[in-house]
């Protein structure tokens, strides 16, 4: 079973609001992603992660930003929200080094709206 | 460039029947295949994946899925549902010579509702 942990698990907040959605995995996996959600949508990877200082941002363009400077913790940041931020964000991680063929395990997301 | 079709948004079945929830995917390189599912409230679960040998899969939960390579088809089934396989179903693939660097493409999901 999988130990990815996403907090808050929904969240409103007003415009122009500073917000980290939180993300640690007790697995030891070294590579981590955040993906956005809307719905009838596919996931859109939106950040990825190596390791420990590794972050690359993902396929969809976002104004958040990532930090990984514990390998089990990945948060995302959004330093001013906008009501097109409003989404539900999903973090994983992978075993294996992170390789195409490699299980991702996710966490039960962050259901995040902006007023 | 690789994508997938999810060809039905939703596909609504009566408890004990069976079920097909095809995927179709498009890509200029070997693949692997994945189906994930999610359950109101809570995130993906790997469902099963085809990685090489037999092309019939088989998953968790009662579900397989067959690898067509001719028609890049990769449908789920199951012989017959239950009211707890309510849920979104997500077929992905990703690129076999990717590496590290690889990109999982998602479809867009189908939600599978099974009445009672």
């Known amino acids: 079973e999988a130990d990815i942990y996403q907090t808050p698990r929904y969240l409103v907040i007003g415009t122009g609001k500073k917000i980290t959605l939180e993300c640690s995995q007790t697995?030891?996996?070294?590579?981590m992603y955040w993906y956005q959600q809307d719905p009838g949508m596919e996931l859109h990877l939106i950040h990825y992660?190596?390791?420990?200082?590794?972050?690359e941002k993902g396929d969809l363009s976002s104004e958040s930003t990532v930090s990984r400077i514990r390998t089990e913790h990945f948060p995302l940041t959004l330093e001013s929200a906008r009501p097109s931020h409003t989404s539900q964000y999903l973090c994983?991680?992978?075993?294996?080094?992170?390789?195409?063929?490699?299980?991702?395990?996710f966490g039960p997301g962050t259901r995040l709206t902006v007023l | 460039a690789q994508s997938v079709t999810q060809l039905d948004s939703q596909v609504p079945v009566f408890e004990e029947a069976p079920v097909e929830l095809r995927c179709n995917y498009s890509?200029?390189?070997?693949?692997?295949l994945f189906w994930y599912v999610q359950y109101p409230n809570q995130g993906l679960q790997l469902l099963l994946k085809?990685?090489?040998?037999?092309?019939l899969v088989k998953g968790i939960n009662g579900f397989e899925a067959e690898f067509n390579k001719s028609q890049t088809s990769f449908h789920l089934r199951k012989p017959s549902v239950h009211i707890s396989d309510t849920a979104e179903y997500f077929c992905a693939v990703s690129d076999r010579g990717g590496g590290s660097n690889y990109k999982l493409t998602f479809g867009k999901g189908t939600l599978l509702t099974v009445n009672p």
């Open positions: 085809y990685l090489s040998g037999s092309t």
């Open positions: 890509s200029s390189v070997s693949v692997y």
């Open positions: 992660s190596y390791g420990v200082n590794s972050t």
């Open positions: 697995m030891g996996h070294d590579k």
């Open positions: 994983a991680s992978s075993e294996f080094g992170g390789l195409a063929a490699d299980t991702q395990y």
